[in-house]
Structure formats: C-alpha cells, structure tokens
C-alpha cells in the first residue's frame, strides 16, 4: 500500500472516530439546546470565524431549509452594524473550536445585553466562549487528521456532524415532513419529485376510458383503441363507481382462447377489486405502486369526493417517466 493510500485511509478513520466519538454527549445538554431551537420564536443567528464561520454558514442553510428559519452573521462584521439583524426572540449559537475568538467580544456584550440566549459549540469546555453561554455542546476530538496536527480536519468535521444532530432532531421535534421539505426547495429535482401530485400528471375528461358493465366487449375494444390512454378500460356500475379493469392483455388472452372473442359484456372479462391511486397523492407513490406489483396503469379515485369510488382519471407509467417523477 502507498503512502498516498495510507494517508488518505488515515484521515477518514480519525475523521469517523471523532464523529462515533461523539455520542456519548448526545445527553441532557444535546437535549437541551434541541428544546431551546425549537421553542425559539424568532430566529437563529450563527456565527463563527474561519472553518467555524464556514460551518456555520452551511448550519444556518441546513436549519432554515428543515423549517428552522437561521443565517450567518460573520464576528468581524457584526462589530461593524451587522448586529442590527438580532432581533429580541432570537437564538445565537457560536461556533468555536477553541472558545477564544476576539472578535466575539463586542457580541457576547451585545447578548447579554439584550438578555438573549447563547449556545455554544466549542471543543473546550473552559474556555470564555463556553462560560459565556447558556448551554454547551462539546465537541472535542482526541486528534486531528493532518498530519502535522494543525489544520482543523477532525475538529471541523465533529462540529458540521454535532450541529446536523441539533438540526435533525429540532427539525423530528416540529414534526417537518417531506411535502414541508418540498416546499423549501421548488427549483430542485427533489421538490420537484415530492411536489407533484396525481392529479398534476394524470388523463381527465374525454381522455378516461370507461364502460359500463352490460357495455358489449365490441365496444370495449374499440374504446379502449381510440381513448388517449389506449390498452385499459375502468367498468363502472349503474352509480358510476369503479368495479373493475379491462387491460390489453386479457383481450389478448380471450382473443386467443375464445373461438367467439366479441360476444358477451364488460362484466364477463373484467378483474374486479383493481388497484387505484388517489388524486391527491404523491405521484412518487403511484410509480411505486406501479413498480411493486407490475402494473402499467392505475385509474385514480378522490377519497374526498362525495362519490369517492367514482373514477376521476387515469395514470400510466409513461406520464410519470415524462413527468421526471423518478
């Protein structure tokens, strides 16, 4: 093995101790601080100098992109008019390896006097930054991964990894759900995949193949040829609800087995009990259903319609691959 390899293993070993390193403080003050995030009424501000100010900028975009609206203020700035952006219902959290950063005396002044909270994230647990605060998150690691012992490489990756921990468990205490997500990131194909519905995708009106039951299979067949979504059709009873699917290939089984394949009804070739999709469910989940029991299509009910059994569309595999759903 060469030394490059060595090193590079080296460093992600120091690196994944630290992180283990770290769950024996997941305690009552991890809980703590999750509790005062959560009751926060206002914002969080983070702040942070150097790889800590970095770490903080990407916390402050993990926290308000998870329902928890955060931003960055930089230390050296906030001496400079940039603490106007605290506001009295927020929360602070420093960031710090080593606790001692000047440019946080101006702030910690600024906090006390407006009685705000203070939360801090520091591998020292004495030191000013750590005494200054409310409550405590230690995140000392035994070594750094470089090899001179220097640059912050295990220190910064336990920081990222103890403020994700706050920010997934503030974001399971608000009960944040993945439509909340969704909505937090329209642009992506992410948002894109947990926003669009059912009904966003699926065939209405003309286009919905159905037939009655006493509807002769001549006419099954030719309406299920001429319809958009060609290859089903739904039969529903006298009341319009849906009691059963038509598909392609039991006309293909009957037209091969059948010496007399046009004689008889709807009701003669039908699968009763189809499986269905509701309009206003993720079309994620239709394409799953489609995937789990092989099925090309399913017609789609609204469960909050007064006829809820009455078929409102149709959706087919391919709407959902055009559709960019997976």
Known sequence: MSKIIEQGLKVLE????AILGLRERIGADFEKVVKMVTACKGK??????????????????TFSSTGTPAVYLHPGESSHGDMGVIENDDLII???????????????????????PLVAITGKAESS??????AVLNVHVPEEACPLGLAPTASSTATLAMGDAVAMAVMAEKGFSSEDFAIFHPGGSLGYRLLTL??????????LPTVKLETPIREVFSIMTHKDVRGAAGV????????????????????????????????????????????????????FVMEQFQINMLFVLDK?????RKPVGI?????????KVR
């Open 236 to 287: 529903v009873d006298e009341k319009g609800d849906l009691v059963g699917v038509i598909t392609d290939g039991q006309i293909r089984r009957r037209l091969e087995k059948s010496n007399d394949p046009l004689t008889g009804f709807a009701k003669d070739l039908m699968t009763t009990n189809p499986r269905t999709v509701d309009a206003n469910e993720l079309a994620e989940k239709a394409l």
């Open 304 to 308: 909050d319609a007064t006829q809820a």
């Open 14 to 17: 120091v690196e994944a101790q």
């Open 198 to 207: 059912v009904k966003d995708v699926m065939h209405t009106g003309d286009a």
């Open 44 to 61: 969080l501000i983070l702040t942070g100098m150097g790889k800590s100010g970095q770490i903080a900028r990407k916390l402050a975009s």
């Open 94 to 116: 420093a960031l710090s390896y080593g606790g001692e950063v000047p440019e946080f005396g101006a702030l910690y002044k600024f906090i006390a006097r407006k009685g705000l």
């Open 315 to 323: 959706l087919h595999v391919q709407d959902l691959l055009r559709a």
């Open 129 to 134: 930054l750590a005494k200054s605060a409310q």
